[in-house]
């Protein structure tokens, strides 16, 4: 089963660093996985439920470690490529900014 979109959107939380949604096959979709900063790095944690007993249980999971390794190794490799743009992005408008300063600073007043 081949992942043909990862989606992520990054939040700025201490632990949890974004929510995700998979798309398998171009015909079926995983949402709220979570890529966590834990003691060791990140990971990614799959959509979950809390039960009556206060434990959580996963709702969508991969049946084995090789599925597991590849849907973590995707994930995260989006996720890096993300916080790639957004830094770009960011620092694009800061140059913007800055020139609008020096344009702002140049005019006669």
């Known amino acids: 089963m081949e992942i043909t979109e990862i989606k ?30 834990g003691n060791t790095g990140l990971f990614v944690a799959m959509p979950s439920k809390k039960r009556k007993d206060g434990t959580f249980r996963d709702i969508a999971h991969p049946l084995n470690s090789e599925m597991r390794n590849s849907m ?13 743009k957004m830094t770009a992005a960011a620092h694009k408008s800061m140059e913007a900014l800055s020139g609008q300063k020096r344009n702002y600073d140049d005019d006669d007043h």
């Open 8 to 37: 992520i959107f990054p939040v700025n939380e201490d632990k949890l660093k974004a929510y995700v949604t998979i798309i398998f096959e171009n015909c079926f979709v995983v949402r709220d996985l979570k890529i966590i900063n």
């Open 72 to 84: 973590e190794k995707l994930i995260l490799k989006s996720y890096e490529e993300e916080l790639k």
